[in-house]
């Protein structure tokens, strides 16, 4: 795990504007889009910044959602949540990302579920 202020070093980060450029939202829709946890981001990369993977051809991973409602109820911060769902998870035998990406959110969210 990595320290307290310190980002992950494999994440490729994208500024604020990046995302809206990437989604083709308005920097606005982009911050309703972190208000309402579609997305989730980081001041640790320098500057506030959300993981490039987080975006699914040009949209917030839809499964991302509803993940960082369960990580967030068992009281993982942001940083947390972006730290578990990065790091290689036994249970699962991937990254939780990793297995979000690949439709697996059941799964992934179950396992979240039993951190508490």
């Known amino acids: 795990m990595t320290g307290e202020n310190e980002a ?5 980060w994208l ?3 990046e995302v809206a450029d990437a989604t083709g939202e308005t920097p606005g829709r982009v911050r ?4 309402d946890r579609q997305l989730v981001g980081s001041t ?7 993981p490039a993977a987080f975006l699914v051809d040009g949209a917030p991973l839809g499964s991302l959602r509803g ?4 990580l967030h109820d068992i009281g993982f911060t942001d940083d ?9 998870e036994d249970s ?7 297995a979000l990406r690949a439709g697996r959110k059941s799964e992934v969210r179950r396992v979240a579920r039993t951190l508490a």
Request: net charge negative.
């Open 8 to 12: 992950p070093a494999q994440i490729e």
């Open 15 to 17: 500024t604020l504007a």
């Open 32 to 35: 309703r889009m972190l208000d």
């Open 44 to 50: 640790r990369a320098g500057g506030f910044r959300v």
């Open 67 to 70: 993940t960082l409602f369960v």
């Open 80 to 88: 947390e949540a972006i730290d578990w769902l990065f790091a290689p």
């Open 92 to 98: 699962i035998g991937i990254a939780p990302l990793e």
